[in-house]
T-cell receptor, first 114, second 118 residues
Framework: ETGVTQTPRHLVMGMTNKKSLKCEQH?????MYWYKQSAKKPLELMFVYSLEERVENNSVPSRFSPECPNSSHLFLHLHTLQPEDSALYLC?????????????FGSGTRLTVV | GNSVTQMEGPVTLSEEAFLTINCTYT??????LFWYVQYPGEGLQLLLKATKADDKGSNKGFEATYRKETTSFHLEKGSVQVSDSAVYFC?????????????????FGKGTKLSVIP
């Protein structure tokens, strides 16, 4: 365990479904991140939250909707996804927003859209 | 902008062989450099880091030295084990020009898959 917990580990959903990914950290970190990892592509930063406020949204389609109710929890709400959205979704946290100490990653949620 | 270039994989080695995974970078400032490792079915874990030129990061037998003159941060291990099979990501953290003063942008390479066979 790294201190960042993601659930579920695996998720299969249809294109018309609505589901949510959950991320939880109890490291006392103030910033949390969503990344998308697709095969043969670099890690893509999707969203950044600092002290529960969204500070970055990197041109992500609106079918992905993040939520950060407190500094320990981060959600990614999914609806009407496409097959190309199938990927590993990684959550990460850091002490401060984009600080220089490195990030702590969760184990990811493997999402398959059918 | 910032970028990280890693050697293309996959890399296949026999157990106890010497490992080098090359990483070079471009950055506008004075970045910190990282190696992350991703074991099968897991997220990324910080393996080692170096924050200034000539620093050597080390962990679990892996080493990398921050070379400013060659803008490189090559990962090395003297004797690999089967358990080292994973994907290795080089990354840099540099002052971000797009997200405000005092913040750092983390940029990853594409990753290098290492397979170690008995």
């Amino acid at each position: 365990e790294t201190g960042v917990t993601q659930t579920p580990r695996h998720l299969v959903m249809g294109m018309t479904n609505k589901k949510s990914l959950k991320c939880e950290q109890h490291l006392g970190h103030n910033a949390m991140y969503w990344y998308k990892q697709s095969a043969k592509k670099p890690l893509e930063l999707m969203f950044v939250y600092s002290l529960e406020e969204r500070v970055e949204n990197n041109s992500v389609p609106s079918r992905f909707s993040p939520e950060c109710p407190n500094s320990s929890h981060l959600f990614l709400h999914l609806h009407t996804l496409q097959p190309e959205d199938s990927a590993l979704y990684l959550c990460a946290s850091s002490q401060g927003y984009r600080d220089n100490y490195g990030y702590t990653f969760g184990s990811g949620t493997r999402l398959t859209v059918v | 902008g910032n970028s990280v270039t890693q050697m293309e994989g996959p890399v296949t080695l026999s157990e106890e062989a010497f490992l080098t995974i090359n990483c070079t970078y471009t950055a506008t400032g004075y970045p910190s450099l990282f190696w992350y490792v991703q074991y099968p079915g897991e997220g990324l874990q910080l393996l080692l880091k170096a924050t200034k030129a000539d620093d050597k990061g080390s962990n679990k037998g892996f080493e990398a030295t921050y070379r400013k003159e060659t803008t490189s941060f090559h990962l090395e291990k003297g004797s690999v084990q089967v358990s080292d099979s994973a994907v290795y990501f080089c990354a840099l953290s540099d002052r971000s020009t797009s997200t405000g003063a005092g913040s750092y942008q983390l940029t990853f390479g594409k990753g290098t898959k290492l397979s170690v066979i008995p």
